[in-house]
């Protein structure tokens, strides 16, 4: 058994079937055999396969945008506002449905408060003004002649898994419970090199962000993040930004809340202090149990969670299944993930696919032989700057939860959740959300 908290490697099995990825290795070839079994079992034919219907006839001709195929018509987004109201709309990653590191763009999530503008990027202007020495206007083109970088890094919500905060567990999908984080591959011009034209202040401390959209969204950064590693984004996975994701231009600051990625930017004013806009002093400043507000704790810390199997899915028969995930820090790179089979007794290290990136996914997988008994999933992660991923009970500690259970998963004050996320699955191979 081990602590709560020990990062140590285990042995190669650990409790409740949770095989190690060393054990995986050697016993290769004893497990292809025993999936063998499984199919014979079953009663699998030896008949040589039939011609099926699509192969005998010509296909359909390729069309100038991809289309992906109608057998995945269910990998979709989910939406909170679905008729486009007057007022904020959500949009769902569904991570459980997905693999790999990278979030397509259109399954990328958002949240726009007042819809999609349709911005003219020749008309568009970007402007650089207050505490400098040179205030600057760019047009897209213009910009489009800095010198751009490109680097992988993921976004996410404060808001994001807010339904944790709730004293029982929401029994919602791994989409509605984590949808709010995506994870993609940008491309921009440095910020810092914008600021070093136009010539800072020595007394400016932070700047004033301002979206194009009708909400006119607005955020105090600190010009200390801007002057690292803050990025005017035009590209996302190598195409032009989406309407939905801020074009004609976005701002990406790195591991941050996404709240402060201000689309659709316009504006920029370098000031001496933070503006206290409406959504920083409200909407992102919860309170803690010692009745102190939560605000400008910006970075979204490390985080991890399971995404097969999760909720909403279903283990058909005892045996071996690979027991895949996300992690993440906005601290740094994920250096260790370790996995629970039987809710937090024992762990095992998990494999973790390379090469890890600063302040991006990393997937997790490793290998897990089910003998048909209840079991409880959860992962925690820890990054390369020796941040773990906090049990619930500390985390509750020191954050709180809601007081009443929860029927409305989207409808919490509640920022920056990195607790861990358990999966409870019973005889039947049923998964549930639980408290481990």
Not at 79 to 103: M, V
């Amino acid at each position: 058994m081990t602590k709560k908290n020990d990062i140590t490697a285990l042995d190669e099995v650990a409790g409740n079937g949770l095989l190690s990825r060393r054990l995986l290795l050697r016993g290769g070839v004893a497990m292809a055999g025993a999936a063998s079994t499984l199919v014979a079992t079953h009663g699998a034919s030896a008949e040589p396969l039939k011609e099926p219907e699509w192969s005998r006839y010509q296909g359909t001709t390729v069309e100038a945008m991809g289309r992906r195929t109608k057998h995945e018509k269910d990998t979709a987004r989910i939406l909170t506002n679905p008729k486009g109201e007057p007022r904020t709309q959500h949009a769902r990653t569904p991570h459980h449905l997905l693999n790999g590191q990278i979030t397509p763009n259109h399954l990328h999530f958002t949240i726009l408060h007042n819809g999609i503008p349709d911005i003219d990027p020749e008309q568009h202007k970007l402007v650089i003004h207050g505490m400098v020495k040179q205030p600057i206007v760019l047009s897209m083109d213009r910009l489009m002649r800095y010198p751009m970088v490109t680097r992988q890094t993921f976004i996410e919500c404060g808001g994001n898994s807010a339904a944790l905060f709730s004293n029982e567990p929401v029994q919602a999908n791994l989409q509605s419970l984590h949808g709010l984080v995506s994870n993609a591959e940008w491309t921009g011009v440095p910020l810092s090199a914008v600021l070093d034209e136009v010539g800072i202040d020595p007394k400016a401390k932070w700047m004033l962000v301002e979206g194009a959209d009708t909400a006119a969204i607005t955020r105090s950064v600190p010009l200390k993040k801007a002057l690292d590693d803050a990025i005017l984004v035009l590209f996302q996975n190598g195409e032009r930004l989406m309407a939905e994701q801020g074009y004609p231009v976005r701002l990406l600051l790195p591991g941050w809340e996404g709240n402060m990625n201000i689309k659709y930017v316009r504006r920029i004013k370098i000031v001496d202090q933070p503006a206290l806009t409406y959504y920083e002093a409200r909407n992102y400043s919860p309170l803690l149990p010692d009745a102190k507000a939560y605000r400008f704790f910006f970075v979204n810390e490390v985080k991890s969670f399971i995404t097969h199997p999760s909720f909403g899915m279903k283990l058909n028969e005892p045996g071996y299944y690979e027991i895949s995930g996300i992690a993440y820090s906005g601290a740094g790179r994920i250096e260790r993930v370790q996995v629970t089979a039987d809710g937090g007794r024992t762990w095992a290290d998990a494999a973790v696919q390379g090469p890890t990136m600063h302040k991006a996914f990393t997937r997790f997988t490793i290998p897990w032989r089910w003998n048909g008994q209840p079991a409880v999933l959860s992962s925690r992660a820890v990054d390369d700057g020796g941040n773990i991923q906090p049990t619930r009970d500390e985390f509750v500690r020191e954050r709180g939860v809601t007081q009443k259970p929860v029927t409305n998963p989207f409808g919490f004050p509640n920022q920056h959740y990195n607790s861990l996320t358990s999966w409870g699955i019973n005889a039947k191979g049923e998964i549930s959300h639980v408290y481990a």
